[in-house]
């Protein structure tokens, strides 16, 4: 590069590490039969990652067989819906980075124990607003106390990362 330039930087720049549902959609591409280990409820819909996630669990608890030809009968199977331009986008960057088979399974574990833990932390929030504002009564107070020893037994099972 001539003097006095900076360095061009890299184009796209730096991608920010894929969310929880990210990471276990993209472990669900590459291991479709992982899909039925996931409990539905606990996939966030707030993001086109966990929205593609929850219909291809869908998909699988409907009994459908799991498309023959790997990631590309996968992502042909959503085409005409508008999950494909999320499945499409993380298939390219699967493509790029493969996971390390060595640690797929941990990591597909640890991402939803952190869904489990963030499932948890978003009803205790709850209980204790409703704690502040109006008080809990016995069943509430109960329920906090199941929750909060939940989470803790979560936790201690194993380090739960920030994914």
Same mark, same amino acid.
């Given at each position: 590069?001539?003097?006095?330039?900076?360095?061009?930087?890299?184009?796209?720049?730096?991608?920010?590490?894929?969310?929880?549902?990210?990471?276990?959609?993209?472990?669900?591409?590459?291991?479709?039969?992982?899909?039925?280990?996931?409990?539905?409820?606990?996939?966030?819909?707030?993001?086109?990652?966990?929205?593609?996630?929850?219909?291809?669990?869908?998909?699988?608890?409907?009994?459908?067989?799991?498309?023959?030809?790997?990631?590309?009968?996968?992502?042909?199977?959503?085409?005409?819906?508008?999950?494909?331009?999320?499945?499409?986008?993380?298939?390219?960057?699967?493509?790029?980075?493969?996971? %390390?088979? &060595?640690?797929?399974?941990? *990591?597909? /574990?640890?991402? @939803?124990? #952190?869904?489990?833990?963030?499932?948890? =932390? +978003?009803?205790?929030?709850?209980?204790?607003?409703?704690?502040?504002?109006?008080?809990? %009564?016995? &069943?509430?107070?109960?329920? *906090?106390? /199941?929750?909060? @020893?939940? #989470?803790?037994?979560?936790?201690?099972? =194993? +380090?739960?990362?920030?994914?």
């Amino acid at each position: 590069q001539p003097r006095g330039q900076a360095p061009r930087p890299r184009p796209g720049g730096r991608r920010k590490p894929p969310s929880t549902a990210g990471t276990l959609l993209r472990l669900v591409m590459q291991h479709p039969t992982w899909a039925a280990r996931m409990p539905v409820g606990l996939v966030p819909d707030d993001s086109p990652e966990g929205l593609a996630l929850i219909a291809i669990i869908d998909l699988f608890s409907l009994g459908e067989p799991i498309p023959a030809g790997g990631l590309g009968a996968l992502i042909e199977r959503f085409r005409e819906t508008p999950h494909a331009d999320t499945l499409s986008r993380v298939a390219a960057e699967l493509v790029e980075a493969e996971f %390390d088979e &060595a640690v797929v399974e941990t *990591l597909f /574990e640890d991402a @939803l124990r #952190k869904l489990q833990v963030d499932g948890i =932390g +978003k009803e205790i929030t709850a209980l204790l607003q409703r704690d502040r504002e109006q008080g809990l %009564d016995a &069943a509430g107070r109960h329920r *906090l106390g /199941e929750l909060l @020893l939940e #989470k803790r037994n979560l936790a201690s099972s =194993g +380090k739960v990362p920030d994914l």
